[in-house]
């Protein structure tokens, strides 16, 4: 980023907002990728154990797209709030905040959705064999104990993640306070935000820790209890970086202009297909700094992504309104429950001749009421939302599409 001249610092109200509703969205996403994971003209993996039988390449790119930064600014934006906490509340009400936002959810959430998503493969599979209803008699009668196994977080990986970078900021900021002001790491690293091209100096980490991927530049979600050692030390560096950027937040105004955003998501866009081109060429894989590069190509995806969604949102979630506020608060339940059903539903549409596009849109249509609706009723006014949330508030789905005042 470039800082030839010192913006003008943007209001808190705008910036918090702007972030919050980003952060919001990236978690939402992930309905999009898991719903499209059925309908990728790709052969079935670990990462994803089902595909239907109508599948699309829109799907294949679509997942591919949206994985390579979606994550990247959750974990940026994690680290920009993590610092925001310990500065407005101070450490140990931070490590208290992340245990019961983070540590919680994961403890009591778990158990519900490992079962019922393993399950969901499982009747899936079978489905597109011999129907459902059959499927489902066949998984009826299967032992309990097969749908915890293996033990995995499954998509609930991040909240561990996130746990861990929260517990190692805990620890290390009361050391990083007995250094001199500007040897802290965190200070060194929004020093370098503000020099000229250090877009690409942020790369350099990123790119390192990627470049012995499974493929250089991959990021491997991380659903073992061991954490996968390259896509964790890019992550925590992102989260290093955000919780720097909140020293120099005055540094947001500049990726807020309509130039700078519409040239970093269409480099986002163009970056990305240049890295898939480079994973397709064999000669990649043939020396340590070939990969280095490739990785590095998957860096500069990440980072152009983080800049211009920051700059998008503060554009257009500049003020607060009811309807993405209710969308926010609703965000962290959809993401938590959403799993087992972008596997069931497609499970039940396995063998209808609709097509992908029509599947697809109906499992997301599907999984997205169904999150909204339990939120509203069950979650929003009671315990759940206050642990998810830090408060209780009334029920508001009808006003918040209205975008009327929620309270």
């Known amino acids: 980023m470039s800082a030839e001249t010192k913006p003008e610092e943007p209001t808190p109200q705008v910036r918090l907002h702007s972030l919050d509703g980003l952060r919001a969205t990236m ?21 994803w154990r089902f595909r239907d039988a109508q599948t699309s390449g829109f799907f294949s790119f679509l997942v591919g797209f949206i994985h390579a930064w979606r994550m990247p600014i959750f974990m940026f934006i994690g680290g920009f709030f993590g610092a925001l906490l310990v500065e407005k509340r101070g450490l140990t ?73 929260s517990v190692l900021a805990s620890l290390l900021t009361p050391i990083s306070q007995k250094l001199p002001a500007r040897l802290r790491p965190a200070t060194l690293i929004g020093r370098v ?27 491997v979600p991380g659903v073992e209890w061991v ?38 998501l269409a480099l986002t866009l163009i970056l990305f297909m240049a890295w898939g081109a480079s994973l397709a060429d064999p000669a990649t894989f043939t020396s340590e700094s070939r990969r280095f590069l490739v990785s590095c190509l998957a860096a500069l995806v990440m980072w152009q992504a983080i800049w211009g969604f920051i700059g998008l949102f503060a554009q257009l ?32 549409l396995a063998n209808k001749d609709w097509g992908s596009y029509a599947k697809f849109g109906l499992t997301l249509t599907i999984t997205t009421l169904i999150g909204l609706i339990t939120y509203d009723l069950f979650v929003r006014s009671t315990w759940i939302g206050n642990l998810l949330n830090g408060r209780r508030a009334p029920r508001a789905l009808l006003k918040a599409l209205q975008n009327r005042p929620l309270e």
């Open 27 to 47: 978690m939402l996403l992930g309905l999009v990728l898991h719903s499209a994971c059925n309908y990728m003209d790709q052969p079935v993996n670990d990462a």
């Open 317 to 348: 979630t500049s003020r607060e309104s009811p309807r993405i506020r209710y969308f926010v608060d609703a965000s962290y339940w959809l993401y938590l429950i959403h799993l087992p059903f972008t596997i069931w539903i497609p499970g039940y």
């Open 93 to 165: 009400s931070f490590f208290r905040h992340r245990i019961s936002r983070l540590g919680l959810p994961l403890v009591l959430f778990l158990p519900l959705m490992l079962p019922l998503t393993l399950s969901g493969f499982m009747i899936a599979n079978l489905a597109q064999r011999v129907g459902f209803e059959a499927a489902w008699t066949m998984i009826s009668n299967s032992p309990p104990s097969q749908f915890f196994t293996p033990f995995i977080t499954i998509h609930l990986w991040f909240l561990y993640y996130l746990l861990i970078y």
């Open 227 to 264: 954490p996968e050692k390259a896509s964790f030390l890019a992550y925590a560096f992102l989260y290093l970086c955000g919780w720097a950027l909140w020293s120099q937040k005055e540094l947001l105004a500049k990726v807020a202009s309509w130039p700078r955003i519409l040239s970093s």
């Open 193 to 219: 935000m503000r020099f000229p091209g250090s877009t690409l100096l942020l790369c350099l980490p990123v790119g390192w820790a990627l470049k012995d991927s499974m493929l250089p530049g991959l990021l």
